[in-house]
């Protein structure tokens, strides 16, 4: 699914920025421009990285 129409950024292309550290929309833009056209992406790229974050805390929390 696209998340950001303006730059045709996937879904997959912002869950593997916050996989491998993006953690902000200032980072996610810079690395993919998501949310430098229009702005509508913003409240979904947020939730995404939110999402995949709480993952990774919750394996985090896990294995330990």
């Known amino acids: 699914?696209?998340?950001c129409l303006c730059n045709a950024v996937t879904e997959?292309?912002?869950r593997e920025c916050a996989q491998n550290g993006v953690c902000s929309l200032e980072h996610l833009?810079?690395?993919l421009g998501v949310?430098?056209?229009c702005g509508r992406c913003r409240d979904c790229a947020r939730e995404v990285?939110?999402?995949v974050h709480g993952e990774q805390?919750?394996?985090?929390a896990a294995a330990a």
């Open 1 to 3: 699914m696209y998340i």
């Open 12 to 14: 997959g292309a912002v």
């Open 29 to 31: 833009a810079a690395e």
């Open 35 to 37: 949310g430098a056209g």
């Open 49 to 51: 990285l939110r999402d």
């Open 57 to 60: 805390t919750a394996l985090s």
